[in-house]
């Protein structure tokens, strides 16, 4: 699941697009499977849990489901006179799209906000990603926060964690 970084050729994109939907399409099952209870042993193997844990110093976030790693992106986090709060949070509303009335009707697409007026998004500017350059949000290449944001809408926000380390 791990999404690329930089704009991708034609072929790529499509590439990326069907690995994408297989994968979303794996998790969908396997939740629809854990609130249906198909079979008795499949509901109980069907994942549950969804966590995102960002590192600060190195500017990632790893995604895990059940505590088996799925992805890991580069992020931004907060630049110098800014910060990101550390700590463990449940996503507390989530926006296709969203425009910060603090910056500038800043666009943050696919945005599941943790705290506050913090969330993690999308940001079009991809070649900041790895180095500390936000507001305070965790910025994620537009594929990862599509990614993200759809996972988070499978398993929902009571059964995601944000975790978010020095």
Same mark, same amino acid.
């Given at each position: 699941?791990?999404?690329? %970084? ?16 297989? %994968? ?6 396997? @939740? ?26 190195? %500017? ?83 594929? @990862? ?12 926000? @009571? ?8």
């Amino acid at each position: 699941m791990e999404a690329a %970084q930089e704009p991708l050729g034609e072929d790529a994109m499509t590439s990326t697009f069907a690995n994408r939907f297989i %994968q979303v399409a794996a998790a969908a099952l396997a @939740a629809t499977m854990l609130v249906f209870g198909v079979g008795s042993n499949a509901a109980l193997a069907a994942p549950n849990k969804l966590k995102a844990t960002i590192s600060i110093a190195a %500017q990632e976030m790893a995604v895990s489901v059940d505590g088996r790693a799925v992805a890991t992106w580069k992020v931004s986090t907060a630049g110098k006179g800014y910060r990101t709060p550390k700590g463990s949070y449940k996503p507390v509303r989530m926006h296709e799209m969203w425009y910060s009335r603090k910056y500038d009707n800043a666009p943050m697409p696919h945005s599941v906000f943790f705290h506050g007026g913090y969330a993690v998004h999308a940001m079009p500017h991809v070649k900041a990603l790895g180095r500390p350059a936000s507001h305070g949000c965790v910025r994620l290449h537009p594929d @990862a926060a599509f990614d993200f944001f759809e996972l988070v809408k499978i398993f929902g926000p @009571a059964n995601t964690d944000i975790v978010i380390v020095d």
